[in-house]
């Protein structure tokens, strides 16, 4: 009986042991399960997770809660019997290590764990570097929660953190003071790790800031780096004195009305003594210059030359060159105007054309007023002089000069604040004619960009220089030298005494009918030399294409006589009649004709005289060159006559407009000038050339053809008997 009593409770005790192997079985395929089905970024955050503490005491059972491991534990298979026998009530049975289906589910349970292991350290490498920067959020952020599964005594290890001292009994502790130094907790994280962590929380707030912070710091690179200019505006001298380079020295300026004005700088060798009649020379030689600094505070003296009354003054120390600014540094150099201004060849000169520093400093221009050589010692073409040069040539000094001072201006404007790429040639009356010439001379090539003509002559020199040097015989007659040395140690007045009063052009009105039968009655100075001049101004317009930009204009009666100029001057109409029927006019038949167009009146006579002798001859020049605009101020300076000089003082501002026409007329005429000098537009004009006459009154409108040019044109009148300069 005992002996079934016995095998029966064997049989209980194999059936709980085949139970037990069963559940133990069935929990490790469920735990292998759950291992192969998670992710490897579950994997990873598990693997990451900090390791849960049990407090003092805590002694490995079965069934301890704890979080599952990644890895099945190693000791598993060699932890001995024995000892898990001595803890009665906490452990497995020594069976299960006898049990084969068992130790194969522990081994296949670790193989797959290796392999696992081995595939996640892939992603782990490649994920190393952004997560030793970043690191991970919080689970409690996340949402995520620890799992939680069975521990047995084996796996429990793995777990909580084991004190490496134990009891008798062989039962582990743990620490229960978290905040106890452990040298195997995870160090604290970097304050830059947690500046990094605090900016991806954050991440529209510190891209906002970066932003701003490299703004910064760009617009503080650019400051530092940027351009730097040496050269400022110099500083001023006793609050009013100003110092400039040139290619000869330094030179002194004064501060004026808010611009600067240097007066009388030497561009030339004075044309004295042996160089007298020799073409201009420019200051290369340095005992040419001058030590120091040059005070340029006066006014320079002109050339030797007649005025409207006859009389006699100058020097022959004369090429200098006044330079009016806004500002003395080569920053934003700014257009050139360089005016050449002449009543006539033997003088008058500058006459109205003398600008300012104010003029300067408000319209944002350099202005250049060279002096030149005029008259006899200017354009005297003769033979004792050609036999003195080689190749023998004579006469157009005027224009050396001209030539010499646009050369100082090419190598020494910037210094001033002007550009001398954008350089501008304004010639009024005679100096317009001398600018007209310059304009297909070779040596003043590149020398200018743009010319403005107004009112100067259209006829020019076409006999050759031999006949020109005949024709000036009269002239050494009355100085009896028949050489160069003679001429030269001759004194100047004596010399500009020596000058035939036919020379001199007096008041011109309409052509005489002596006129007609006379071939060159008035005296020409400007000679084909060869040199400068080496064909008619006329020829060159016609062959070429002009490099030039270029505008031609006058005054609706420039070509007035100065006794008709005084605003007490008053003519009658019958008075008017007679001069018309007396003239050349009445002898061709024309007289009728022409006071139907003009009315008897003294504006009527003036403008009939104009557009003979000035306006008509212009339009032809004019009409060479279908680029060429042409204008006609037609706006009196005053109450009855748009003078000479009307359209030259509007622009220059040098006279007051009294009414609100006047105003506008000015304004207009200034616009008009400046835009041409700035950027060479004339944005009135047709760009097609058919209506180009400007005609300039309050406004400027345009015109096909100026009225009663066509006619005198064709009855030959124009340009034949046109004022000669």
């Known amino acids: 009986m005992s002996q079934t009593v016995e095998e029966q409770e064997q049989e209980k005790n194999m059936d709980k042991k085949e139970t037990a192997e069963e559940e133990r079985e069935k929990m490790l395929n469920a735990e292998n399960t759950k291992h192969a089905s998670k992710p490897v970024a579950d994997l990873e955050i598990e693997e990451n997770h900090q390791k849960r503490k049990i ?23 060699v932890k001995s019997t024995d000892k898990v026998n001595a803890e009665p009530g906490l452990a497995i049975s020594k069976d299960k290590e006898q049990n084969p289906p068992s130790n194969e589910v522990s081994i296949n349970v670790e193989k797959e764990s290796k392999e696992k292991e081995s ?10 570097p952004l997560a030793s920067v970043f690191p991970r959020k919080k689970k409690q952020e996340t949402g995520e929660h620890d799992i939680v599964g069975l521990a047995s005594v084996e796996t429990l290890g ?9 009891d008798d009994a062989g039962m582990e502790t743990v620490r229960l003071d978290g905040n106890a130094f452990n040298a195997d907790d995870p160090p604290k994280p970097h304050s830059f790790v947690v500046c990094l962590s605090a900016a991806r929380r954050n991440l529209f707030v510190t891209v906002s800031t970066l932003l701003i912070l490299i703004t910064v710091i760009v617009i503080i690179c650019v400051a530092c780096v940027g351009p730097r200019y040496v050269l400022l505006e110099p500083p001023l001298k006793d609050g009013k004195y100003i110092l400039a380079p040139t290619s000869c020295g330094l030179v002194e300026g004064i501060l004026e009305d808010g611009g600067y004005a240097f007066r009388g700088i030497p561009y030339a060798v004075p044309p004295i003594s042996n160089r007298r009649w020799q073409p201009a020379e420019p200051l290369r030689r340095i005992e040419n210059c001058w030590t120091g600094t040059y005070s340029a505070h006066n006014n320079s003296i002109h050339c030797w030359q007649f005025d409207s009354s006859g009389r006699i003054s100058g020097t022959e120390d004369c090429l200098k060159l006044d330079v009016f600014t806004p500002k003395v540094d080569t920053r934003n150099p700014l257009p050139v105007v360089v005016m050449i201004g002449a009543e006539t060849l033997n003088g008058g000169s500058p006459g109205v054309m003398q600008p300012s520093s104010k003029l300067a400093r408000v319209r944002e221009i350099v202005f250049v007023r060279p002096n030149f050589r005029m008259g006899v010692f200017g354009f005297l073409a003769a033979e004792p002089l050609s036999r003195t040069t080689h190749p023998p040539t004579s006469g157009n000094y005027g224009l050396s000069d001209i030539i010499v001072a646009l050369k100082w201006i090419q190598n020494n404007i910037h210094h001033f604040g002007g550009c001398k790429n954008n350089v501008t040639i304004w010639g009024h009356r005679a100096g317009g004619t001398l600018v007209t010439t310059l304009i297909g001379a070779r040596k003043a090539n590149d020398l200018f960009a743009r010319a403005w003509i107004s009112s100067s002559s259209a006829i020019f020199p076409g006999e050759e220089l031999s006949k020109s040097e005949k024709s000036n015989e009269v002239f050494l007659n009355a100085t009896r030298c028949s050489d160069a040395a003679c001429l030269r140690s001759k004194d100047p007045e004596e010399l500009m005494n020596a000058v035939p009063s036919s020379w001199l052009i007096g008041n011109v009105e309409l052509p005489e009918p002596k006129e007609a039968g006379i071939t060159n009655a008035k005296h020409e100075w400007l000679v084909k030399d060869g040199s400068i001049i080496q064909e008619h101004v006329g020829e060159i317009w016609t062959k070429q294409d002009l490099k030039v930009k270029i505008v031609i ?10 006794k008709y100029l005084s605003s007490n001057s008053t003519l009658e109409a019958d008075q008017v009649n007679k001069i018309v029927r007396e003239s050349l006019l009445g002898t061709n038949g024309l007289a009728d004709e022409a006071l ?12 009939m005289i104009s557009d003979i002798r000035v306006v008509c001859p212009l339009l032809t020049i004019a009409n060479m060159k279908t680029n060429i605009p042409f204008y006609v101020r037609t706006r009196p300076r005053g109450e009855t006559l748009a003078d000479p000089d009307s359209d030259a003082a509007a622009i220059l501002g040098s006279y007051t407009p009294r009414t609100v026409e006047e105003k506008r007329h000015v304004d207009a005429m200034q616009k008009f000038f400046n835009r041409f000098v700035w950027f060479g537009e004339v944005t009135q004009a047709d760009p097609r050339g058919a209506k180009r006459i ?15 040019c066509d006619f005198w044109i064709n009855k030959n009148i124009a340009p034949k008997y046109g004022r000669v300069d």
């Open 55 to 77: 407090p003092i005491g805590g002694i490995k059972m079965p069934g301890f809660c704890r979080s599952k491991s990644k890895e099945t534990n190693k000791d598993d298979n």
């Open 119 to 128: 595939s996640r350290g892939i992603f782990r490498a490649m994920k190393l």
């Open 158 to 166: 793995d777990v909580a953190e084991k004190v490496p001292a134990a």
């Open 553 to 562: 204009g006058t005054t609706a009666q420039s070509g007035t006589p100065v």
């Open 596 to 607: 139907r167009r003009y009315n008897s009146t003294l504006k009527g006579l003036a403008t």
């Open 694 to 708: 400007l005609i300039v009154d309050q406004d400027i409108h345009t015109e096909n053809d100026y009225p009663n």
